[in-house]
C-alpha cells in the first residue's frame, strides 16, 4: 500500500515524522483494535502497550517497517472474527527489523541480527489444507501482530534482511511472495504448461511471473519473462485464442 493511502496515525507510528527511508520506531506503543470496523476509525493509539515475552523458539524484533496487505483490513472488519483471535489484538503480518532478544533454542539468529518475515505461520502441506492458501494464518493469529515497536516471531519463519534491500522493501516480500509461491505450488504446474497470471503487474502477480519464468505496465510484465502481456482494458482474457492449463 502506498504510503499516501495509509492513515496519518500509521504513518506517525511507523516513520516517527521521518522519510521512509529513515523510520526510527518510538517507545512501547502500537496500534490496536478493541473493535471491529472501519481501520480508520477503529485502529487506536495504544501507548502501554507491554512488550512480548518470547518463549525458547522465538525472537524479539524490534520492528523498523512494517506493511500492511488486504488481510489487515479484512480482519479490522471482522471478515475472519469467527475464527480471528480475540479482542483487543495488535494486527499485522509482515515486518523487518532488528532482534533484540532470541530464545534459549534459537540457532540460527543472534542479538543484532537484521531479520524480517510474516509473523503467522501458514500451511505449506498440500496433502493436508485444501482451500485459502491463507487459511491457517488466519486461524487464531497472533493477538501481538507488527503495527507495534516489538513483536515475537518464531525462529522459523524469520530470514536474515537481504542486505541490498532496505527494511521498508524487506517488509513489504513476506505475505505477498509466500501467496505467489504456494499457490504456484497448489497448481502442481509441470514443464511445458502455461499459466495465465491475472493482475501481473501487482504485488502477488508480479511476484509469480518472476518465480515461474524467472512501464507501460505490459513492457514490465514482459521484462518480468511474460510471454504475452494483456491490457484488460483493450482485450478481454477469456477471448484470447490461447489457452492456459492455470489461472
Known amino acids: 500500500m502506498p504510503l499516501k493511502q495509509v492513515p496519518k496515525i500509521i504513518q506517525d507510528i511507523l516513520c516517527n515524522g521521518e522519510p521512509m527511508g529513515k523510520i526510527r520506531p ?147 516480500l513476506p505475505a505477498a511472495i509466500e501467496t505467489a509461491y504456494e499457490g504456484l505450488e497448489r497448481t502442481r504446474l509441470s514443464s511445458g504448461k502455461s499459466i495465465l497470471v491475472l493482475g501481473g503487474a501487482r504485488g502477488v502477480g508480479s511476484l509469480v511471473i518472476q518465480l515461474h519464468l524467472a512501464p507501460e505496465k505490459l513492457d514490465f510484465l514482459k521484462s518480468l519473462g511474460a510471454d504475452l502481456a494483456i491490457d484488460y482494458t483493450k482485450e478481454n482474457f477469456e477471448d484470447l485464442p490461447e489457452k492456459f492449463d492455470v489461472v
Open 26 to 172: 518510538r517507545g512501547d506503543q502500537g496500534l490496536a483494535l478493541t473493535e471491529h470496523g472501519n481501520p480508520v476509525d477503529v485502529l487506536k493509539l495504544d501507548s502501554d502497550l507491554r512488550v512480548p515475552e518470547i518463549k525458547e523458539d522465538q525472537v524479539l524484533v524490534k520492528v523498523v517497517a512494517a506493511a500492511l496487505n488486504p488481510v489487515d483490513a479484512k480482519r479490522a472488519l471482522g471478515f475472519f472474527k469467527d475464527t480471528d483471535s480475540s479482542l483487543p489484538i495488535v494486527p499485522g503480518y509482515d515486518m523487518a527489523g532488528v532482534a533484540v532478544k532470541v530464545g534459549d533454542q534459537v540457532k540460527k539468529f543472534k542479538v543484532g541480527d537484521e531479520v524480517y518475515g510474516d509473523v503467522n505461520e501458514k500451511s505449506l502441506d498440500l496433502d493436508e489444507v485444501d482451500g485459502d492458501i491463507n487459511e491457517k494464518s488466519l486461524d487464531h493469529p497472533k493477538q501481538h501482530g507488527t503495527l507495534a515497536e516489538y513483536t515475537a516471531v518464531e525462529e522459523r519463519l524469520l530470514a536474515l534482511k537481504p542486505k541490498n534491500l532496505s527494511f521498508v522493501e524487506a517488509a513489504a
